[in-house]
């Protein structure tokens, strides 16, 4: 093992998903990307904020949670 403070990397290859969302999904997502504007300034896709938001529910879900980060 080496010496070193920086422990491995973990895999960073992406994975692309394909979904099907219903329409009130599809809306609270855009409504969600406009207040996302709103707070910070910035518009940015919904589909770019998605995955921040998986990542947010997951972490603070107390079954679930990312691995390693429980």
Sequence with gaps: MADL???KLPDRTPVKLTIVIGSELNEALK???DR???AYGA???VVELIPF???AFLVSDKAGG???RR
């Design 5 to 7: 403070k920086l422990p």
């Design 31 to 33: 409504a969600y990307a």
């Design 36 to 38: 996302y504007a709103q």
């Design 43 to 45: 518009r940015e896709p």
């Design 53 to 55: 938001i998986l990542e």
């Design 66 to 68: 990312r691995p390693g």
